[in-house]
């Protein structure tokens, strides 16, 4: 697509919920990060896909998040057990490689747990 | 540890020009950016430094330097839909994927 793609835009939950969030990438684009911003704050990397694998996932805050990309394209970030800590933008992002210039953010998914 | 201070708000009038500076204090350094998030979208790219100097992009330019661990958005003839938070990030280390955010500058632009 034109653009980095994420749904659903807006999610609420209730705690302890299991959650889905999935991102689209910009085609051809083999870099894929997630990153989350709560309110007032910067975004705050989670983890990196480097094609099919998760190059780096020390961003993760803890064992009920995890991330997958099966075929390189498309990833979904689940969230287990949802907090209300959890609450916050989640933002996906991609580039051509690694080494670019700059990566390119979609709108995040709006998450809420109540 | 890794830090990056920013002002948390800034006011500036319409036409004016406005400097938003960014201090960072990273591991490493492979790059700074400056990205605009106007409220409920997405961060926008607006610049890259990675030598020092200033770059200048139309109304907007960035300027770096390394020794200092400083940089600043200029944005000259602001217009309101200038109204946004700019985000400073900075790479710590070459594969640019782990950028270090800092928490954004909120800059209202008035009639």
């Known amino acids: 697509g034109a653009g980095v793609s994420q749904t659903p835009s807006n999610k609420v939950t209730e705690k302890g919920k299991y959650v889905e969030l999935r991102c689209d990438p910009i085609s051809g684009h083999t870099a894929l990060y997630w990153y989350r911003q709560s309110l007032g704050q910067g975004p705050e990397f989670l983890i990196y896909?480097?094609?099919?694998?998760?190059?780096?996932d020390s961003g993760l805050p803890n064992d009920r998040f995890f991330a997958v990309r099966p075929e390189g394209s498309v990833s979904t970030l689940k969230i287990q057990r949802t907090e209300r800590g959890d609450s916050a933008v989640y933002l996906c992002a991609s580039s051509p490689n690694p080494s670019g210039n700059t990566i390119y953010f979609g709108e995040g998914s709006w998450l809420t747990v109540v | 540890g890794q830090n990056i201070d920013q002002p948390t708000e800034m006011t500036a009038t319409e036409g004016a020009i406005v400097q938003i500076n960014c201090t960072y204090q990273?591991?490493?350094?492979?790059?700074l950016f400056w990205y605009q998030q106007h409220a409920g979208e997405a961060p926008t790219f607006l610049s890259y430094n990675v030598l020092d100097g200033l770059e200048e992009k139309g109304r907007f330019s960035s300027f770096l330097s390394r020794s200092k661990g400083y940089s600043y958005l200029l944005l000259k003839e602001l217009q309101m839909k200038d109204s946004a938070s700019y985000l400073c990030?900075?790479?710590?280390?070459?594969?640019?994927?782990?950028?270090?955010f800092g928490t954004g500058t909120r800059l209202k632009v008035l009639a």
């Open positions: 896909f480097q094609g099919t694998g998760a190059a780096d």
């Open positions: 990273t591991s490493g350094f492979n790059g």
């Open positions: 990030a900075v790479s710590p280390s070459s594969g640019t994927y782990k950028y270090i």
